[in-house]
């Protein structure tokens, strides 16, 4: 099969480049004398843009496009994009979610091939900063050799998750000045302590070392994480679930939950309501080690509260996490860890990769129109690589001369300045979301985050296989359920650990053997 999936592929590599041979580049020219309409959904918003805005009028003049910004409701844009779709709606450009939602739309064929010898004639800036962040970013846009579209790239990918951990009561326990446990060996040391010797002091045996999310650094310090896919010895990728070492982090969760260092309440999850990166479990004083959330959820209170005489600090809205720790834990009660080492010098934690899952895709209706997918490139080219509109974006404000740059705040608007329209719509038309501008627009972050080694030592991205195979839409599901099911089984004891080989065998007989196929054929063929 898996020969078979190699030869299928080369062939269809072959068709594809003898079809972007007969590319006509020279029709990819845009006269900017002709005004052009542009469908536009290149991104998701929180709010509609209001009629009339004027970020949107200087778009349209300066680029002589009349723009219709489509407005989805983020909670349910696949649904709603699917409905407007499949009423004969599509929009001349758009912004597809997820490896499903791409790969469905293009096997419907309402997406066309972009080839890159186009993207690189119409936003060759664009292009090379691309290929200099992510060189294999176009992977991710990619289907049986072909390329679809534009990738987004994640400036926060580039970090891994951190756990952190209860510093009073590591305290206790000889962890001062902000040392931590480096090892698995010594996390385990102190779990056990923060299970059975009181780290809260109240004198009731009723502390936890940790709950679900922070078995994700332990589970990486085996070389994997069960949701997702890793490259292995030989370059391979296999699914994390069967992953063999797996099954010597289940042995290992399955003790510690016997011997209760695990909060039992772990299959509910850590986040209980509210914002998704909290613990409440962590904030509630039931565990002491958790792993929820990115290094910005972590960041500190760069310039403090608000003073209300100077009118200096409380600029920060980062550090989500940690400002509401700070109200039920404090500050100083919080400290950032390692992910641990593992017996095989393995390590990390959750990582979203430097690709965002979502592509940027062209209508069908746009095969015959190159001069229209030209000038649509060139405006996503202008936002992603010349800094002076992508700050007029940033801001959604004009007067881009208004702002004073700040080496910790970023751009502040000069006192006595408004911006010209109410909110902001970045990321409707922050397409290709280049990294190396945010970095400047949100430097305490970024800067905080390069001096910390914990948000560097590792992770395992969840865009490995970005795409979804041609047989997954059909075992998927079931295949998940199977994961979630034995993995839980085994860790509280409801099932041996000898149970993971049981496991494995059914995972590649419900349909694993050929999605791992189709994995590879892709993976190795990009």
């Known amino acids: 099969m898996k020969k078979f999936l190699s030869l299928f592929l080369c062939l269809v590599l072959a068709l594809s480049a003898s079809a972007m041979a007969d590319v006509d580049l020279d029709a990819y020219v845009s006269d900017p004398a002709e005004k052009i309409s542009i469908a536009w959904l290149a991104g998701h918003d929180t709010d509609a843009i209001a009629e009339g805005d004027t970020v949107v009028a200087w778009l349209e003049e300066t680029f002589n496009v009349d723009l219709d910004v489509w407005f989805l409701e983020r909670e349910n844009y696949d649904e709603l994009l699917t409905t407007r779709i499949s009423g004969g709606e599509v929009p001349d450009v758009f912004m597809l979610q997820n490896a499903a939602q791409f790969s469905k739309w293009v096997e419907q064929d309402v997406v066309m091939p972009l080839p890159l010898e186009v993207i690189q004639k119409c936003m060759p800036e664009s292009y090379a900063w691309l290929i200099e962040y992510d060189p294999e970013c176009f992977s991710c846009v990619s289907y049986a050799g072909v390329n679809y579209g534009l990738p987004r790239v994640n400036g926060d990918g580039r970090f891994n998750y951190a756990p952190f951990w209860r510093a009073d009561w590591l305290a206790k326990f000889g962890y001062t000045d902000g040392k931590v446990p480096m090892t698995l060996e010594e996390c385990e040391e102190v779990f056990y302590k923060f299970a059975n010797e009181d780290p809260d002091g109240n004198g009731v045996k009723d ?45 290992l969760l399955a003790k510690w939950y016997k011997d209760e260092l695990i909060d039992p309440e772990f299959i509910t999850g850590e986040n209980q309501g509210g914002y998704w990166a909290l613990s409440v479990p962590f904030e509630n004083g039931q565990i002491g080690f958790s792993s929820s959330g990115a290094y910005y959820h ?24 940690m400002r509401t720790f700070a109200t039920t834990v404090g500050y100083e009660n919080m400290v950032i860890g390692y992910n641990p080492v593992g017996p095989e010098g393995k390590q ?10 979502e592509a940027i895709v062209f209508s069908y209706l746009l095969a015959d129109q190159p001069a229209k997918v030209a000038r649509i490139l060139e405006v996503i080219n202008a936002i992603g690589s010349d800094f002076d509109v992508w700050e007029k974006i940033w801001n959604w404000d004009l007067e881009s001369d208004q702002y004073d740059y700040d080496e910790l705040l970023g751009f502040v608007a ?54 979804t195979t041609e047989s997954m839409p059909n075992v998927w599901t079931s295949m998940e359920t199977l994961r979630l099911t034995t993995y839980i089984g085994i860790i509280t004891g409801e099932a041996p650990v000898d149970a993971f080989d049981t496991f494995v065998e059914n995972w590649y007989a419900m349909g694993g053997t050929t999605v791992t196929e189709e994995a590879n054929a892709w993976y190795h063929n990009r």
């Open 207 to 251: 502390t936890y070392a940790l709950s679900n999310t922070g078995m994700n650094p332990i589970f990486g310090a085996f070389g994997a994480l069960p949701d997702r896919w890793i490259e292995d010895e030989n370059g391979d990728l296999v699914y994390g679930a069967v992953y063999p070492t797996m099954k010597d982090a289940l042995e």
């Open 298 to 321: 972590l960041a500190p209170d760069f310039d403090g509260p608000k003073d209300e005489e100077t009118g200096k600090g409380g600029n920060f809205q980062y550090g989500r996490t």
């Open 348 to 357: 990390g934690g959750e990582s979203w990769g430097l690709t965002t899952s």
């Open 414 to 467: 000069k006192e006595g300045h408004e911006r010209a329209d109410e909110g902001s719509h970045t990321n409707m038309f922050n397409t290709l979301q280049n990294p190396y501008f945010a970095m400047k627009a949100k430097p305490a972050q970024y800067n905080w985050a390069m001096e910390m080694p914990q948000f560097q030592t590792g992770g395992y991205p969840n865009t490995k296989l970005p795409i």
